[in-house]
């Protein structure tokens, strides 16, 4: 099993930066992927980012309202991935949530969740 321990979220103004950490333990060899998701009150769970887990070099993917503000990257070496976000608007309000992905391409686990709020 895979266990994902998320921190960093928090209160931002408009335009500021946070930082989100996701750390794995457990069965990590089975993980082929991590992400980022946000669910925000009222509406369906969205994925804002994601990046493969090779070592061989990783590929990433973005929601389009978070492409060039946010950047996902990882830590193999810390079992990691990371969010940064910058240029943060009211509308990124939301629970974000680390998720790991199998090769078969389904969840193995997710984050407990951490709020992130903008604003002023």
């Known amino acids: 099993q895979v266990q994902l321990v998320e921190s960093g979220g928090g209160l931002v103004q408009p335009g500021g930066s946070l930082r989100l950490s996701c750390v794995a333990s457990g069965s990590i060899f089975s993980i082929y992927a991590m992400a980022w998701y946000r669910q925000a009150p009222g509406k369906q769970r969205e994925l804002v980012a994601g990046i493969t887990s090779g070592d061989s070099g990783a590929s990433t993917n973005y929601e389009d309202s978070v492409k060039g503000r946010f950047t996902i990257s990882r830590d193999n070496a810390k079992n990691a991935v990371y969010l940064q976000m910058n240029s943060l608007k009211p509308e990124d309000t939301a629970v974000y949530y680390c998720?790991?992905?199998?090769?078969?391409?389904?969840?193995?686990?997710w984050g407990q969740g951490t709020q992130v709020t903008v604003s002023s």
């Open positions: 998720a790991a992905v199998g090769s078969d391409k389904h969840f193995l686990a």
